[in-house]
């Protein structure tokens, strides 16, 4: 059973709309990252968190943004979705003591026409 | 920069083969080296981790192998089955820092019956 949670799982949207794409996990990781995976397959990390109001850009520039209010949220927001954003985004979580590596999510495909 | 190189792209064998994913890193910080499965439709799911102290790792039919002087590692799926048909991404990242992961560019297995 997935202890983090993406909404929505699949998304088509017009271009110049404002979307949030929402992510939870329930297991208490203070880490947290956005990956977008092209139809390629690579993942690029975006965003990563480390905490309640430590956000950070990741290795891939992207026009998106984030928030870290609460420690099991964690939702990526494009002011102005563009056909270039359409992607899979992925979000997952990580203990901040120990490495026992990464939980996914389901994704959220995302399509901008 | 590519930090983890991973090959081949991808993968077809016939069912009762052994794939073989090898992994190659730079970076000699890195201390946890964990695979990840992905399933059309879904996040990656962590398959096997292993660390540098032993040079195999096995869980069911599928087995790592790590060579820390040469700084590759791989994974091998035994028994191959139509099941394990998906893409494969080795990672790798520092062990007690719990630091991002940084992944490979992922294999795509197809496993015919």
Known sequence: EADIYQTPRYLVIGTGKKITLECSQTMGHDKMYWYQQDP????HLIHYSYGVNSTEKGDLSSESTVSRIRTEHFPLTLESARPSHTSQYLCASSSDRYHYGYTFGSGTRLTVV | QQQVKQSPQSLIVQKGGIPIINCAYENTAFDYFPWYQQFPGKGPALLIAIR?????KKEGRFTISFNKSAKQFSLHIMDSQ????ATYFCAASPLWTADKLIF???TRLQVFP
């Open chain 1, 40 to 43: 390629g397959m690579e993942l």
């Open chain 2, 82 to 85: 139509p099941g394990d048909s």
């Open chain 2, 104 to 106: 490979g560019t992922g």
């Open chain 2, 52 to 56: 540098p102290d032993v040079s195999e």
